[in-house]
């Protein structure tokens, strides 16, 4: 059982940035893939960006390819969130997850979901 905890979101101005982290419990954190999801009002909820847990490999939805950094330290159990040149349409919930395999979570297949954190951004 892994049980995920968000931190991190808020409200920022477009432009601005954010970092999001998600501690996980557990001492196997580093044989899971994490993720992280986000859902806006009215819309369905979608990947943003996903790391493996030993290699590092990492994927993103075009639409934060350079302005979203994941990243994960195995020690800290924490996987982490850079949100960089933020946008409106990016204000959702966003949803720390788990999967332990990779392409499986950029799927949309997740073993654990954290509770979400509120990342809102104006205009």
């Known amino acids: 059982q892994v049980q995920l905890v968000e931190s991190g979101g808020g409200l920022v101005q477009a432009g601005g940035s954010l970092r999001l982290s998600c501690a996980a419990s557990?001492?196997?954190?580093?044989?899971?893939?994490m993720g992280w999801f986000r859902q806006a009002p009215g819309k369905e909820r979608e990947i943003v960006a996903a790391i493996s847990g030993f290699s590092g490999t990492t994927h993103y939805v075009d639409s934060v390819k350079g302005r979203f950094t994941i990243s994960r330290d195995n020690a800290k159990n924490t996987v982490y969130l850079q949100m960089n040149s933020l946008k409106p349409e990016d204000t959702a919930v966003y949803y720390c997850?788990?999967?332990?395999?990779?392409?499986?979570?950029?799927?949309?297949?997740?073993?654990?979901w954290g509770q979400g954190a509120q990342v809102t951004v104006s205009s």
């Open positions: 997850a788990a999967n332990d395999g990779f392409w499986a979570l950029v799927r949309g297949a997740v073993d654990y």
């Open positions: 557990g001492r196997t954190f580093s044989k899971y893939a």
